[in-house]
C-alpha cells in the first residue's frame, strides 16, 4: 500500500512538473467571424483540430506576417510579396526575393483560405495545408532564402517572441510548427466578404444594368460560361478552388499541378483563382502574364491554345474562344470589378 | 462478489436466449441499407482511373474519353407490397472523379421485408429549389437565368470530332428550361425515377446500382457528338434527350446481406 501511494504521489508531482510553464493559462478562443452570406451558402471553414484560432494566436501570426525576421538577410516578410493593399498580393508579374531573384509565379492574393475545403493550396495544389504552405517560402532560395534552424534561433532569443509564442501556445520553446500555427490562424482571419456584389447579394445595393448584363454574360454557357470554374452568386468564393487548364498555352514551360502529381493528364493545371478583389490584384494568371482584365478576357474570348489537358470546359478553341463583343466584355468586367472589396484591403485588423 | 457473477450469468442466460429464440423477422430491429455506384461502359469497368484517355466509343461510333463526372442520386423509396412507402428525402453526390460518395449508406434505418426500390436521378423539383450549402460549395448550381437549382449530372470529356480532332464535351444534365431569362419556363420534368424492382430485406445490405455510362448516349436518342457537345444547358430539346437515354442508364447489380 505504501508502495502505490508513493507511486501516485510520484505521478502527480511529474505531471506538475510538465505543466509548469502553462499552469492554469489557456489561450482565448476567437472563432472566425463568418460573413452570413458564408454561412447561409456554404460549409463551415476548414480549422484543424491541432490549430485553434486564438487571440493570442492570430496577434502573433500577425506579427510574423510582417515581420522581416523571417527571411535570410532580414529585408523580407510575407508582406513584402502579401501586401495588404494588393488584397494580400504584389503587383508585379512575379515576385523578387531577398537577392532580387525573380520566381516563376504570381504571388497568390490571400483571403478566405480557410473555405478551400480541399487543403490544396499555391497555383500548383503542392501545398496540403495553410501550416505546411508556410513553412516553404522561409526556405525558398528564391524568395526568403533563409533556413528555420535560423529563424527558430532569432526568434527564441528575440525579447519579445518567446513571450507572444507562450501565450499563443503555451510554451516558450518556439519550433518552426508553431510559427507557422500562428501564421495560418492569422491569414485565416482574412476573410473578404462585403464587395458591392456581396451587398447586392444580400439586398444592401444596386447593381447597375451593364454589370447585370456582365453577370449575364458570365453565367450563360453560350456566352463567358465562367461560372463552371468560378462559381455563382450560391458560392460567394468565387472559385472552385479546383484546378484546371484554361488554354493559355500550346506546350507548358511550368507543368502546375503535374509537376505536383506526377501525372501527365495534369500537365498545364493551375488553380482556379478566386475573382473577388481584381481590382487590386493585377497582373492575373499563374505567371502574372497578363496585366490588365481586358487581356484576361480577350484571352477566354479569343486567345485559347489547345493542348491535350485543356479543360473540356473550354469552348470554340478552334476560334480561339468564346469571341465575346466588345460590349459583352465591357459589361463582363463591370460585373467582376464589382466583386472587389475595397473595405477587405483597408481592414486595420490586417494591417501593420 | 458471487452476487455480481450471478447477475452477469443471468445477464449472458437472458442475452443468449433472446437472439436464438427471436425467428420472427417483424421483430428484428431494422437494417442499414448501402448503395455503391459502380459505372461502366458497356460491361467494361469505369472509374476515375480510366479518365483522361479518349477510349470509348459511342453508339454513333465516336470516340470519347471522360475527364469528369458526378450526379446527384435523391429521395431513395422503399415501397412494401402492401404500397407502404418509406421515402428518405436525401440527396447525394456520386463523385467519380474524386472517387468519393460512390458507397451511400442511408442514415434511416428498413424494416425487413420486401420492397420495390428506387430513386431520384437528380432532384424533383420540390427538392431543386432547396439552398444545399454543400452542393453550393461544389458549385453544382444551375444559373438562375436556367432555372436555378442544380445541376443533375456533370459529364465533361472529350471526343474525336469529324475532322480527327478532340473537342471537349459537356453533358451537363438539368432541369429543362425554355425562355431563359427573368421568366424561364420548364417543357417538361428531366429528373426522373430510377426503379431497381423487388429487393428482399433481410439483414443489413448492400446494394449495387450498375451504371452503362454509353447508355448515356445511345437509347432511344442515338447521340451525335458532333452535333451535341457543348452549351447543352439551355437547349431544352438536348434535355429531353439526356432524360429519354437515362432510363436506361441505371440498374440492379448485385445484392448482399
Given amino acids: 500500500m505504501i508502495k502505490k501511494w508513493l507511486y501516485i504521489v510520484s505521478l502527480s508531482l511529474l505531471s506538475l512538473s510538465c505543466s509548469n510553464e502553462d499552469t492554469g493559462y489557456e489561450p482565448t478562443p476567437q472563432p472566425l467571424d463568418i460573413p452570413i452570406l458564408f454561412s447561409d451558402n456554404i460549409i463551415p471553414p476548414v480549422i484543424p483540430n491541432g490549430n485553434p484560432q486564438t487571440v493570442e494566436g492570430i496577434a502573433l501570426g500577425k506579427k510574423l506576417f510582417f515581420d522581416t525576421i523571417l527571411s535570410n538577410n532580414g529585408t523580407q516578410a510575407c508582406a513584402s510579396c502579401h501586401a495588404p493593399q494588393n488584397a494580400f498580393t504584389d503587383d508585379t508579374p512575379t515576385s523578387d526575393g531577398v537577392d532580387g531573384i525573380f520566381g516563376t509565379r504570381n504571388s497568390m492574393p490571400l483571403f478566405n483560405l480557410a473555405w478551400n475545403y480541399g487543403e490544396r493550396f499555391t497555383w500548383d495544389g503542392k501545398e496540403l495545408s495553410l501550416e505546411r504552405q508556410a513553412l ?10 533563409s533556413n528555420w534552424e535560423t529563424v527558430v534561433e532569432r526568434l527564441q532569443s528575440h525579447p519579445e517572441y518567446p513571450e507572444l509564442f507562450r501565450l499563443a501556445f503555451k510554451t516558450s520553446t518556439i519550433t518552426k510548427e508553431l510559427t507557422a500555427k500562428a501564421i495560418a490562424q492569422f491569414e485565416r482571419t482574412l476573410i473578404s466578404a462585403n464587395s458591392k456584389f456581396d451587398r447586392y447579394s444580400l439586398g444592401q445595393a444596386d ?51 503535374g509537376d505536383v502529381t506526377g501525372d501527365p493528364n495534369d500537365n498545364g493545371k493551375f488553380k ?53 463583343t466588345i460590349q459583352e466584355k465591357a459589361d463582363l468586367k463591370a460585373f467582376l470589378l464589382s466583386l472587389s472589396d475595397p473595405s477587405f484591403i483597408n481592414n486595420s485588423e490586417f494591417q501593420n | 462478489m458471487s452476487k455480481k457473477i450471478f447477475a452477469l450469468i443471468v445477464i449472458i442466460t437472458l442475452s443468449f436466449n433472446s437472439c436464438s429464440e427471436d425467428n420472427d423477422d417483424n421483430l428484428k430491429p431494422p437494417v442499414s441499407t448501402t448503395f455503391t455506384f459502380n459505372h461502366n461502359w458497356d460491361g467494361t469497368l469505369v472509374t476515375n482511373a480510366s479518365f483522361n484517355t479518349v477510349q470509348y466509343t459511342n453508339a454513333n461510333g465516336e470516340l470519347l474519353s471522360i475527364e469528369r463526372l458526378r450526379y446527384i442520386i435523391s429521395d431513395i423509396t422503399f415501397t412494401s407490397s402492401s404500397n ?111 426503379n431497381l424492382g423487388e429487393i428482399e430485406i433481410i439483414n443489413d445490405i448492400e446494394i449495387e446500382v450498375k451504371v452503362n455510362l454509353a447508355e448515356w448516349f445511345k437509347n432511344p436518342n442515338l447521340w451525335d457528338l458532333n452535333a451535341l457537345n457543348q452549351m447543352l444547358m439551355p437547349n431544352s430539346t438536348a434535355q429531353i434527350m439526356m432524360y429519354d437515354n437515362g432510363q436506361s442508364v441505371f440498374s440492379l447489380g448485385d445484392i448482399s446481406q
Fill in chain 2, 84 to 194: 407502404e412507402v418509406i421515402e428518405l428525402d436525401i440527396y447525394n453526390l456520386v463523385d467519380v472523379t474524386n472517387n468519393t460518395n460512390l458507397s451511400f449508406t442511408t442514415e434511416a434505418q428498413i424494416p425487413l421485408g420486401n420492397y420495390t426500390v428506387s430513386f431520384t436521378f437528380g432532384l424533383d423539383n420540390e427538392d431543386n429549389i432547396e439552398n444545399y450549402l454543400d452542393l453550393n460549395s461544389e458549385s453544382f448550381n444551375v444559373p438562375d437565368m436556367l432555372g436555378g437549382g442544380y445541376h443533375y449530372m456533370q459529364f465533361d470529356g472529350k471526343f474525336t470530332n469529324s475532322n480527327a480532332q478532340e473537342q471537349g464535351f459537356n453533358y451537363h444534365a438539368i432541369r429543362a428550361v425554355d425562355n431563359p431569362g427573368m421568366n424561364p419556363t420548364f417543357p417538361q420534368d428531366t429528373f426522373f425515377t430510377v
Fill in chain 1, 272 to 324: 482556379s483563382p478566386s475573382l473577388r478583389n481584381l481590382a487590386f490584384t493585377a497582373p492575373y494568371m499563374h505567371d502574372g502574364r497578363f496585366s490588365t482584365l481586358d487581356e484576361v478576357i480577350n484571352h477566354y474570348s479569343e486567345g485559347l491554345q489547345n493542348s491535350p489537358t485543356i479543360d473540356p470546359l473550354m469552348k470554340k478553341i478552334n476560334e480561339g474562344g468564346v469571341q465575346l
Fill in chain 1, 207 to 257: 447593381l447597375t444594368p451593364q454589370e447585370l448584363n456582365g453577370l449575364d454574360v458570365f453565367l450563360r454557357e453560350d456566352k463567358g460560361d465562367c461560372f463552371h470554374c468560378h462559381g455563382n452568386p450560391n458560392n460567394p468564393l468565387w472559385t472552385d478552388n479546383l484546378f484546371h487548364n484554361n488554354g493559355l498555352d500550346a506546350t507548358f514551360s511550368d507543368l502546375g499541378l
Fill in chain 1, 136 to 145: 516553404e517560402p522561409v526556405q525558398n532560395p528564391i524568395e526568403m532564402h
